[in-house]
């Protein structure tokens, strides 16, 4: 596993989600909605993927200023069928557009079997995770897909053409343990990039590429991302495109406008979410039952390392999530610094922490296990 390694103070988890919560609120969104997409970040840091959690929260105010993130979307559903819809996120936040999306695919699926349900007029939707194990709640198989702007090389190529373009599925288990599947199909997240250019350290060489081509290990010369297992992840990174742009009808990855050009310009992002009613096929328990089992079994494989683990998908995540729950959630001190000056700004009080500095590793996947955009 990759890491880099930053400078960081520990949060509490409920504390750093109000924190959040009163940024969004101050930037005029609903109580209801602030608390969900405040819910998001943090479940995402929570879960060990930082590249996805409360660093992106300065981003998205930023833009909310700039509107080209409304602050209260007025999202529509269309129903196309028994089984499909559309949701129009309104150029909302695109958590918003996501959860909305999951919920009518779980509607959808209660009443034809299966549902699925694009999305477009969207903006950055943070760790699908979120929206997968949402659904697995709910007893159902499901699947989230999202698409971005240039960032990935299809294999053999100098330039980007596709974005990260993430895909997620999940099968529910018993007592919570459930099958979750979060990985971009670049090498490592965009914004993995981005936490290491604010917190000012390197990234390993053979990530990405500089303006000539050429492999950099600063993330501010970044340009472009390769993808994770050449020709295979380039393939599935460009499918995915078509899921998430054709359907909804939003543009391919060269046509989207960047995340981190023009902050006034709307981003236009797709998406698909779908949903499998497994009690159309077998008894939910009796599944679940079968997913504990293949748990069980995927566990007690020989290790190739001494005194190694194998862990099933989203299980490295589940274990990071219980540790911070306790001893809570490493941010970066350039991040709190980001935060305290927005603080000051909407008149809020600032983040309490400990003067003690920490290095801690975050942690990135360069295999697919969870990686976003």
Known sequence: MAQIQVKSTILDSDYLKEFCFQLLTHADLSQADAELVSDTLVESNLRGIDSHGVARLPHYLERIRQRSISARPEMQWEQLGPAVGRVDGDHGLGQLAMVKAADHAVELAR?????????????????????????????????????????????????????????????????????????????????????????????????????????????????????????????????????????????IGPDIPKMYGDLSQKRLLGGLVGAIDISRFTAVDSFQERIAEIIMRWGALQPIREGGQVYYPGEPEDLTRAERLKSGIPVGWQLIKQFNQLASKCGLSPLEVSEVECDVDVTVETSPTESLI
Not at 128 to 140: D, H, N, Q, T, V
Not at 235 to 249: M, P, R
């Open 111 to 251: 009443d034809s079997g299966a549902g699925w349900v694009s999305i477009c007029n969207s903006s950055h939707c943070g760790a699908l995770a979120y929206y997968g194990l949402r659904i697995a709640r709910e007893g159902m198989i499901g699947f989230a897909f999202t698409h971005v702007d240039p960032m990935v090389t299809p294999h053999g190529a100098a330039e980007p053409f596709c974005g990260t373009n993430p895909i997620c599925i999940t099968a529910p288990g018993k007592n919570g343990k459930s099958l979750c599947l979060d990985m971009a199909t670049s090498i490592t997240p965009w914004n993995t990039i981005a936490n290491a250019a604010i917190e000012g350290v390197s990234i390993p060489d053979d990530w990405a590429l500089d303006a000539n081509g050429q492999g950099t290990t600063d993330p501010n010369e970044v340009v472009a991302l390769f993808p994770f297992g050449g020709f295979k992840g380039s393939g599935l990174g460009l499918l995915i495109d078509v899921l998430c742009a054709l359907l909804g009808g939003a543009p």
